[in-house]
Antibody, heavy 116, light 107 residues
């Protein structure tokens, strides 16, 4: 059974770049689509984007100018970079596997706070 | 973007009850509709995909129906572990979008 685990700093300063990595175990990253989703405290879920194992990407237009998702197949990892962060980017960030058309496996989530 | 609207936003029910949550899309999404359960401090868990298909390992007390713009999630015989927040999500087109959630509480 595939497992996902997010890692990265829990505190980022305003205007800096948020960086998170998702490590996939129990299965190869060289198939499926791999996604990032976030959830501000007490609020709903927002899809950030996905990357296919071939390297093709799709991003939410609301974040597209600030987001980069990349893949490292040798480490079975994919990563998120979100630039020019503000307090509005404070959220729990989840990585997830997109299987066909649904998110069937999720990481446990990583809280990232944007504050000076 | 396709807007997903759930109703109600919160719901109080008793153990043993049967409840229904509704999700409406701002345009037709065929059956590209998924349901998730989220408990406090945990990641969402897939329950239903493609509107009515039960994810492996999910109890048959959960069922989904609908197509086009109107969908429902029904939970029969509520147990204490079912009290959680439920989200719908469309995968018809990007950006994928979620409903605002329905918090199911114990009466």
């Amino acid at each position: 059974q595939v497992q996902l685990q997010e890692s990265g700093p829990g505190l980022v300063k305003p205007s800096e770049t948020l960086s998170l990595t998702c490590t996939v175990s129990g299965g190869s990253i060289s198939s499926y689509y791999w996604s990032w989703i976030r959830q501000p405290p007490g609020k709903g879920l927002e899809w950030i984007g996905y990357i296919f194992y071939s390297g093709s990407t799709s991003y939410n237009p609301s974040l597209k100018s600030r987001v980069t998702i990349s893949l490292d197949t040798s480490k079975n990892q994919f990563s998120l970079k979100l630039s020019s962060v503000t307090a509005a980017d404070t959220a729990v960030y989840y990585c997830a596997r997109l299987s066909r058309a649904y998110f069937d496996s999720w990481g446990q989530g990583s809280l990232v706070t944007v504050s000076s | 973007d396709i807007q997903m609207t759930q109703s109600p936003s919160s719901l109080s029910a008793s153990v043993g009850d049967r409840v229904t949550i509704t999700c409406r899309a701002s345009q037709s999404i065929s059956t590209y509709l998924n349901w998730y359960q989220q408990k406090p401090g945990k990641a969402p868990k897939l329950l239903i995909y493609a509107a009515s298909s039960l994810e492996s390992g999910v109890p048959s007390k959960f069922s989904g129906s609908g197509s086009g713009t109107d969908f429902t999630l029904t939970i029969s015989s509520l147990q204490p572990e079912d009290f959680a927040t439920y989200f719908c999500q469309q995968s018809y087109s990007t950006p994928y979008t979620f409903g605002q959630g329905t918090k199911l509480e114990i009466k």
